[in-house]
């Protein structure tokens, strides 16, 4: 089966800089990958998903970037700012449904 | 309505009593899933809801929880005498169309069982 992990428990970056969030899969054959964002006593919040046939996907101040060879996965936010303190999952699968990270709690340091 | 909504918000109860925790997904979405998040923890599947299909409970921990889901839109997710390991939020998501589809999520419900 799938199993989706995050690198690093908790991220502290600076206001203003750029933040990396990293994320790893298992299973290749999964096809769509979500990002939420969680923050303190509410439930998850969609902020960008990607399909297996794109690299790279940009929103607002978001970019989520998808290597299938390692299958690895990643959401950069730029000019992080104090409402970006949060709780990010990644979560990825196909047809049988999404497998959820654990998370990575991003700390905005002024 | 507009996103998924849940209630109630907040749930104190004592250890051995029933509780409902109920789910109101988005409006035209056919699938409903719930989740179990402990504190620092990431989502615990619990059950999933599919249109008119038989449920998937695979993710249920024990039989003291049940999950109905009324006329394919609200559902309710029952834990029966509750023990203080089932304190957690427990989160609802909707989508469109289940499998890989985006699941947008409802505020939770806080449960503390005393």
Redesign the interface.
Known sequence: GESVGLHLPTLSVQEGDNSIINCAYSNSAS??F?W?KQESG?????II?IRSNMDKRQGQRVTVLLNKTVKHLSLQIAATQPGDSAVY?C?G??????T????THLIIQP | GAG?S?SPSNKVTEKGKDVELRCDPISGHTALYW?RQSLG???EFLI?FQGNSAPDKSGLPSDRFSAERTGGSVSTLTIQRTQQEDSAVY?C?SSSM???E???????TRLLVL
Not at chain 1, 42 to 46: E, I, N
Not at chain 1, 100 to 103: D, E, L, V
Not at chain 2, 102 to 108: A, K, L, N
């Open positions: 096809d769509y979500i939420y509410k439930g998850p919040q969609f998903d999952f979560a699968g196909g047809a049988d449904g999404l959820f990270g654990k998370g | 998924v849940q989740y923890q990431g989502l999933y989160l998501a289940g499998g890989s985006t699941q947008y999520f409802g505020p939770g």
